[in-house]
């Protein structure tokens, strides 16, 4: 079992800044307690759902083109950390936590809204 429990988004003005944070809490494994992979995905109306961000256990890093050089992830343990600068009206939609276990099984947080108003 794995709970995520997320935070930070909200509404801010074009060039400003959000910190988005998920924490996941794993139960039922007492050998398996980091995950694999964690990041962001998120999803505006009418759209697919696009990968945001990524880092692994080795803290290696993805990034979707868009958001290169305006965002940052980063993780402590089964905390990621998504630090959202010069946000723009484009970067609206519901932000979700992702994790990957090393098992391959998948978690999706129950989304966070960003809206940039510009």
């Known amino acids: 079992q794995v709970q995520l429990v997320e935070s930070g988004g909200g509404l801010v003005q074009a060039g400003g800044s959000l910190r988005l944070s998920c924490s996941a809490s794993i139960t039922g494994s007492p050998y398996v307690q980091i995950v694999h992979t964690m990041g962001w995905y998120r999803q505006a109306p009418g759209q697919q759902r696009e990968m945001v961000a990524l880092?692994?256990?080795?803290?290696r890093k993805q990034y979707e083109e868009s958001v290169q050089g305006r965002f940052t992830v980063s993780r402590d343990r089964n905390t990621v950390f998504l630090q959202m600068n010069s946000l723009k009206s484009e970067d609206t939609a519901v932000y979700y936590c992702y994790v990957r276990r090393f098992s391959g099984d998948t978690f999706w947080g129950q989304g966070t809204q960003v809206t940039v108003s510009s």
């Open positions: 880092i692994d256990s080795s803290r």
